[in-house]
């Protein structure tokens, strides 16, 4: 009986230090010289370093690149290796087996200063790669690397959705499903308007179409809220016709009619158009005989903005609603959400808005299991 107890005994245990391997692994990215992969990301060609068999561990996108990227290095080493070596034959005079080893050394280092190969690193003997990724912004492609490395991000709205489609890029499934869960939380009247904003910069993306439909959902319940905001004026021109002519969007017509003016103004001082011609493209949006006659005549018509025709036939509807038929608007935006992005004609200013809002993504198992999406 004694000697079945002792069978059934575990004398092991299990010790994890997780926080402990993603801080060590975060210094490791952190260093230049440890790594052997430089991404040069964005416009401004802003480095971001990676040890290559950590991306190809996990994700089998980077692990395609990265190979794909070596072979191609290894077929023009060995092209030029070949070339200069012809050339020493055909021009030297002296025994071939002499001058061999040393004529092999050279042609590596002329080749390598010419730039034709990624420089060696000394430390490790690999080439160093270098490439470049147009694609996403320098913050963005900076967290995923480092949630590469650690297993660990800060979600924030304002990376939040380049961090999503650049997940759903590199086939980091894990990271871009904690993404989707984070959008009804960072969603706020204060992060709105980024967000659309945001939307711009990664609309050839399939995850942006999702985040635009639950912000336009956020606008249409808080319509008010969001039509009074600053960083109103500071979106794309579609975008505000895009919202304004949302059937379901819940505010008063005095609101929009304000937010249009503002969004006019501010448009006018930075391009000197006039602003009753920037400000006619709005009216169509605005339900005017929904305004009281008092806002009308005290708040509106001095203005000498809107034409007095719109004006006249609002009042005459609310005195008599038979006597007058109301033009429908041309455009209706009910469940259209992508397709006017596409289209973008004005772009939105860079927006400077702090927030609070964010969360932190821990992640122990290594993501990357799917094969690069379409796009």
């Known amino acids: 009986m004694g000697d079945c107890f002792e069978d059934d005994f575990d004398d092991t245990t299990m010790f994890e230090n997780k926080s402990g391997l993603a801080e060590d692994m975060r210094f490791l990215a952190s ?58 034959i055909k021009r030297s005079s002296e025994p071939l087996m002499a001058m061999q080893t040393q004529q092999k050394s050279r042609v590596t280092s002329q080749i390598s200063t010419a730039g034709l190969l990624p420089p060696i690193n000394e430390s490790t003997g690999q080439h160093h790669q270098t490439l470049i990724v147009e694609e996403f912004e320098p913050d963005v492609f900076r967290q995923l690397i480092e949630y590469i490395h650690t297993g660990c991000v800060t979600l924030q709205p304002r990376t939040l959705l380049g961090l999503m489609n650049a997940a759903d890029y590199y086939g980091l499934d894990e990271l871009k499903y904690a993404c989707n869960g984070f959008i009804q939380c960072c969603i706020t009247v204060d992060t709105v308007c980024a967000l659309l904003a945001t939307a711009e910069r990664y609309i050839q993306y399939k995850c942006t179409k999702f985040l635009i439909q639950k912000v336009l959902e956020y606008v ?156």
């Open 31 to 88: 260093m230049p010289e440890l790594c052997d992969v430089t991404f040069l990301v964005g416009d401004t060609r802003e480095p971001v370093c990676a040890v290559r068999a950590v991306l190809a561990a996990r994700s089998k996108v980077f692990k395609k690149m990265l190979l794909s990227n070596m072979a191609a290095s290894r077929k023009r080493e060995a092209i030029h290796k070949e070339s200069k070596f012809k050339a020493f």
């Open 220 to 375: 249409d319940d808080h319509g008010n809220e969001v039509l009074n905001l600053g960083s109103f004026a500071t979106l794309p021109q579609h975008v505000v016709r895009l919202i304004m002519a949302r059937e379901e969007l819940k505010a008063d017509e005095f609101s929009k009619f304000q937010a249009a003016l503002m969004w006019s103004k501010k448009y006018c001082d930075n391009t000197g158009l006039s602003l009753k011609e920037v400000l006619n493209t709005f009216l169509e949006y605005i339900r005017f005989h929904m305004i009281p006659a008092n806002i009308l005549m005290q708040e509106i018509h001095p203005l000498g903005l809107v034409p007095n025709s719109i004006i006249m036939t609002a009042l005459a509807y609310q005195a008599d609603p038979t006597s007058v038929v109301l033009k429908v608007s041309p455009q209706k935006a009910k469940k259209r959400t992508i397709g006017v992005y596409k289209t973008s004609s004005i772009q939105s200013s860079t927006m400077d808005t702090r927030y609070s809002s964010n969360t932190t993504l821990s992640s122990t198992n290594s993501t990357g299991s799917t094969d690069r999406p379409s796009h």
